[in-house]
């Protein structure tokens, strides 16, 4: 992958976009390093560059102001419609989280081959962040996302069988090794839950 202006465009346009974010946890990091670090993981798995600058900015409908049709103006339809088949649609304040998330996994199902790269990938650079974040702080975790640990679990395990069923890329052997190890480090969080 190649270096380029198209990706530098997308690399200022998610640092403003997300500019006042910052990711959960005991440090606050910005949260353009989680798109960022999304990007790189894209990048060591395909040369299109569309794909890596959907990357950049695969939570920009999501988490911004920023529109669908200036996202397809700014970079183009490949880009946009990548975003767009993995961006959560809005749901009413009455759907619970699983609701939501299972909405989620029907886009996934109808997503491109690239559009599921670039939600492994994430779902990779989230699952690495929390392993990390919180390895020595369970009650931290418990605090930030406790209520849904197991029902977290659950939906990776849906995104990995619709990954492992209709991604044909080498993402998927970093991505069942990493869930592995989350679903490892959950069950110690759930243990020490139980022992307290």
Aim: charged share 30%.
């Amino acid at each position: 992958m190649h270096y380029s202006y198209r990706i530098e465009q997308a690399i200022r346009a998610a640092a403003i976009l997300h500019k006042d974010q910052v990711r959960k946890g005991e440090v606050p990091y910005p949260y353009v390093t989680h798109v960022f670090g999304v990007a790189m993981i894209v990048a060591d798995y395909t040369e299109k560059e569309d794909v890596v600058i959907a990357a950049l900015l695969h939570d920009t409908l999501e988490d911004t102001d920023y529109t669908e049709a200036e996202l397809n103006e700014d970079f183009g339809h490949t880009v946009a419609e990548i975003v767009r088949s993995i961006t959560r649609i809005e749901t009413n304040e009455t759907e619970s989280w699983l609701e939501t998330k299972k909405k989620y996994l029907k886009q996934l199902k109808a997503a491109s081959e690239d559009a599921l790269l670039v939600a492994a990938a994430d779902k990779i650079h989230n699952m690495r962040s929390m392993v990390e974040s919180y390895y020595e702080n369970h009650e931290r975790l418990i605090a930030d996302f406790g209520n849904f640990l197991e029902d977290r679990v659950l939906m990776y395990q849906e995104m990995s069988n619709i990954f492992n069923r209709s991604l044909n890329n080498a993402i998927l052997s970093e991505f069942n090794h990493v869930f592995e190890e989350f679903k490892t480090f959950i069950t110690e969080v759930e243990r020490s839950r139980e022992a307290h």
